[in-house]
C-alpha cells in the first residue's frame, strides 16, 4: 500500500490556522486513492535542521516524501532582507553567505532523505503572502533559488506553491503566512495529483503548478 509523509513546517501542519475547516493532511487523505495512506510529520515552526527527527517518527512502509521546508529559515533571516541604509557590497556580501549556509543544509537534509526513501517531492515556498513587501520577496526567492536548484541536482519533483497559491483568499485569516483552508486544499490537490501520476523511477525533475 502506497503511503506518504509529509515533513516540514506548517505549510502542512496547519490545523490552528484553519478554524473549523480541514488542514491539509485531511484535504490530502481525501484526495488520494483508497489504497494510499498519508501521514502528517511536519510541524509548526521547523525549519530545515528540526526535519531530520521527523524522520525518526516515519511509519513503516512509508513509500513518499513530500517535503515543504524553508519558509522559516527564511523567515529569520528578514532583518537582513530589509536592511537599510547598509553598504550594498557588503550587505550583498552578507546575503550571499546566507544563501550558502541554507544551500549546505537544504542539501543535506535531501541527501537524508534519498538515503531513507527515493520517491520525494520538494515544495518552494510561496510569496504572495498578504502584505507581503517587494524586499520580502526578493529576500524569499534567494531561498527559492536554492530550493529549485538542489531539487533538480537530485532528480526530484518540485511543486511550485508560488503558482498554486496566488490568491490572498489562500492565506489564513488567523496568521497571514499560513495556508487556508482553501489554500490548503489547493496544495493537496497538487501533491495527489504528483503522487498519482509522477514517474519517481525516471530520476527527472518536473516542476508542477
Given at each position: 500500500?502506497?503511503h506518504a509523509a509529509?515533513?516540514?513546517?506548517?505549510?502542512?501542519d496547519n490545523?490552528?490556522?484553519?478554524a473549523?475547516?480541514?488542514?491539509v493532511?485531511?484535504?490530502?487523505?481525501?484526495?488520494?486513492?483508497?489504497?494510499?495512506q498519508?501521514t502528517l510529520l511536519a510541524?509548526d515552526?521547523?525549519?530545515v535542521?528540526n526535519?531530520p527527527?521527523?524522520?525518526?517518527?516515519i511509519?513503516?512502509?512509508?513509500?513518499?516524501?513530500?517535503?515543504?521546508?524553508?519558509g522559516?529559515?527564511a523567515?529569520?533571516?528578514a532583518p537582513?532582507?530589509r536592511?537599510?541604509?547598509a553598504?550594498?557590497?557588503?550587505?550583498?556580501?552578507d546575503?550571499?553567505?546566507?544563501?550558502?549556509q541554507?544551500q549546505s543544509?537544504?542539501r543535506?537534509?535531501?541527501?537524508?532523505?534519498?538515503?531513507?526513501?527515493?520517491?520525494?517531492?520538494v515544495c518552494?515556498?510561496y510569496d504572495?503572502?498578504?502584505?507581503?513587501?517587494i524586499?520580502?520577496r526578493?529576500?524569499?526567492s534567494?531561498?527559492?533559488d536554492?530550493?529549485t536548484?538542489?531539487?533538480?541536482l537530485?532528480?526530484?519533483?518540485v511543486l511550485?506553491?508560488?503558482?498554486i497559491?496566488?490568491?490572498?483568499r489562500?492565506?489564513?485569516?488567523?496568521?497571514?503566512?499560513?495556508?487556508?483552508?482553501?489554500?490548503?486544499s489547493k496544495?493537496?490537490?497538487?501533491i495527489?495529483l504528483?503522487?498519482?501520476?509522477?514517474?519517481f523511477?525516471l530520476?527527472?525533475t518536473?516542476?508542477?503548478?
Amino acid at each position: 500500500m502506497p503511503h506518504a509523509a509529509l515533513l516540514g513546517d506548517s505549510i502542512f501542519d496547519n490545523a490552528a490556522y484553519v478554524a473549523e475547516g480541514s488542514p491539509v493532511i485531511e484535504h490530502l487523505r481525501k484526495r488520494l486513492p483508497t489504497d494510499w495512506q498519508a501521514t502528517l510529520l511536519a510541524r509548526d515552526g521547523a525549519v530545515v535542521e528540526n526535519v531530520p527527527r521527523q524522520l525518526q517518527a516515519i511509519p513503516d512502509g512509508t513509500s513518499h516524501l513530500v517535503l515543504s521546508a524553508g519558509g522559516n529559515n527564511a523567515l529569520e533571516s528578514a532583518p537582513l532582507f530589509r536592511s537599510s541604509g547598509a553598504d550594498l557590497p557588503a550587505l550583498l556580501h552578507d546575503l550571499a553567505d546566507m544563501q550558502r549556509q541554507f544551500q549546505s543544509e537544504y542539501r543535506q537534509l535531501l541527501r537524508l532523505l534519498a538515503h531513507r526513501i527515493s520517491n520525494i517531492v520538494v515544495c518552494t515556498i510561496y510569496d504572495s503572502i498578504p502584505g507581503m513587501t517587494i524586499t520580502d520577496r526578493m529576500g524569499l526567492s534567494l531561498f527559492n533559488d536554492i530550493i529549485t536548484r538542489e531539487a533538480i541536482l537530485a532528480g526530484f519533483p518540485v511543486l511550485d506553491l508560488r503558482l498554486i497559491c496566488d490568491e490572498d483568499r489562500d492565506y489564513s485569516s488567523i496568521s497571514p503566512i499560513e495556508p487556508s483552508e482553501i489554500g490548503g486544499s489547493k496544495i493537496a490537490r497538487a501533491i495527489a495529483l504528483i503522487l498519482r501520476s509522477h514517474d519517481f523511477s525516471l530520476g527527472r525533475t518536473v516542476i508542477y503548478s
